[in-house]
């Protein structure tokens, strides 16, 4: 990474007080922190965030931007712990932002990766159907892709032609997707980054935000804080928060609902010896009644083959296992009108997944419908991701993207947040980048501001 730019560390400052530093000198080094001014701050530096830093320098070139992200590293969170699927857009509502995004974000992705070269494989994908019931659902989801405009789907009808693209999977019938194909989004969102700051993006890592708040002054009416009380003016300000894209957009005046509520997805992964038994994604036909896509077979860009993920709460909104909890985090989304709908409607479902999550030789079950050569002693545990699904009050649980906009004071028309983007929002990142500057370009005014700031300097 050719950026690495900390903050002038206020943690080093703070262990250093004691030692260099009286009380006076230590409190005119804050006094004399610079506030900084930037036409546009991004926060939260995952997958959406990056491609949007380095959409927005794309298009404006002029503009003085910062990415601000709380960890030490871009791109742990989701971005880093997901299947690493590029998602050909099959399953989305037609006309939906997902249908859309998806579609043009796969486009979109490959085509930058071929550029700048980073490696990504089309690896294909069988979505399996298992018995009559599967069949007729497989034959919707056919018609929804065709109509999403998915290139190059195939109908496939006998147990002979599946064997032809995946010998070791059993199945009735399959939908083929030659076009999904698998990459490591983090090494992408890494990429994003480093054309940012090439162009002059400022990217300030351990840089968690705690206020979004009006500043009173006309030219930077937005004022935003992180932790260690550094402050920033800005223009505008997108945030992409992702687990906490919620409490992020409640700081701006935004409604609480829907709210996140962390699912944690652990997956299994194959032995090494085991892995030419996987050589493209298998995905189940997805129970319309439930909310996930179900456990599926991954091969990953670095050679392993991932089982899984499955559904359960999480204790902490970034926790990846049951001994990360956060009691607050845990006692909000369990006293969460929308959570104990959702559990209601959901039990005997929440209840095994939970099981098989604890005692996880029980889930090779599900996986040996189709592939039935699979046992346990060919699986171990694997890593774990946590999904940011945004829940309705009502237990419904955000089908599409979802986008806010702050209505508070000077904040309107300044504030837009990424409150829901879920899988395959990843997929989707660099479609939702250019929707996101295009809206803050029309919408916003920022086409406006950099019309002036490109005057300005040939003056
Ligand atoms: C198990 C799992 C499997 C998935 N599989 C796929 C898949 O195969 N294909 C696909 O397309 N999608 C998939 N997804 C979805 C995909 O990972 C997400 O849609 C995508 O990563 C969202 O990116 P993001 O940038 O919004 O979130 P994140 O990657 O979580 O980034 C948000 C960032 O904001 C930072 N942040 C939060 N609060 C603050 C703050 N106050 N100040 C500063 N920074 C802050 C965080 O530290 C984090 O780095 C999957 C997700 C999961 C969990």
């Not at 399953?91 to 930058?112: D, F, I, R, W």
């Not at 456990?295 to 970034?318: C, I, Q, S, Y």
């Not at 959570?339 to 999550?357: D, Q, T």
């Amino acid at each position: 990474m050719k950026f690495m730019k900390l903050y002038p560390d206020d943690q080093t400052m703070k262990f250093l007080k004691p030692i260099l530093f009286s009380r006076r000198l230590y409190s005119a080094h804050k006094a004399t922190q610079k506030i900084g001014e930037y036409d546009v701050a991004i926060i939260g530096g995952g997958i959406i965030g990056t491609a949007t830093a380095r959409e927005l320098l794309s298009v404006y070139p002029k503009l003085k931007a910062v990415l601000l992200e709380k960890e030490k590293e871009l791109g742990i969170h989701q971005t880093a712990n997901n299947s690493g699927v590029i998602h050909a857009g099959i399953y989305y509502t037609p006309g939906s932002l997902k249908a859309k995004l998806c579609v043009e974000g796969s486009k979109l992705t490959m085509k930058h990766c071929d550029e700048k070269k980073i490696p990504y494989k089309k690896v294909g994908k069988l979505i399996v159907a298992t018995d009559e019931e599967e069949v007729k659902y497989l034959k919707v989801l056919y018609e929804r892709g065709l109509s999403n405009g998915v290139p190059g789907l195939e109908l496939i009808d006998s147990q002979e032609k599946i064997h032809k693209i995946e010998p070791e999977c059993k199945g009735l019938k399959a939908i083929w997707s030659p076009n999904t194909g698998i990459v490591d989004y983090k090494n992408l969102a890494i990429s994003h980054a480093d054309d940012f700051h090439t162009v002059g993006g400022e990217i300030r890592l351990r840089a968690e935000v705690a206020t979004i708040e009006e500043s009173g002054r006309e030219d930077y009416p937005v004022k935003v804080v992180d932790t260690h009380d550094h402050v920033l003016v800005a223009k505008y300000v997108l945030t992409c928060a992702g687990l906490y894209s919620d409490k992020i957009s409640m700081l701006t005046g935004c409604p609480r609902n829907p709210r996140i509520v962390p699912f944690r997805g652990e997956y299994l992964l194959l032995k090494p010896s085991k892995r030419k038994m996987v050589k493209c994604n298998i995905y189940p036909v997805p129970n319309p009644k439930l909310p996930f896509l179900g456990v599926h077979f991954t091969p990953r860009m670095d050679g392993n083959v991932w089982l899984g993920p499955n559904a359960v709460l999480a204790f902490k909104r970034e926790g990846y296992s049951y001994f990360d909890i956060n009691f607050l985090e845990l006692i909000d989304a369990l006293t969460y009108t929308g959570f104990i709908a959702l559990c209601l409607k959901n039990m005997k479902y929440g209840v095994g997944e939970m099981i098989r999550s604890i005692i996880w030789p029980l889930q090779i079950k599900q996986l040996q419908k189709y592939l039935p050569n699979i046992t346990s002693e060919d699986c171990e545990r694997g890593p774990s991701g946590v999904r940011a699904q945004a829940l309705g009050p009502d237990g419904k649980l955000l089908e599409d993207f979802y986008f806010d906009k702050s209505q508070k004071g000077q904040l309107k028309d300044r504030v837009l947040h990424c409150r829901n983007c879920p899988s395959p929002g990843a997929t989707s990142s660099m479609a939702i980048a250019k929707m996101l500057v295009e809206k803050m370009g029309k919408e916003f005014g920022l086409e406006k501001i950099h019309a002036e700031i490109k005057k300005k300097l040939k003056t």
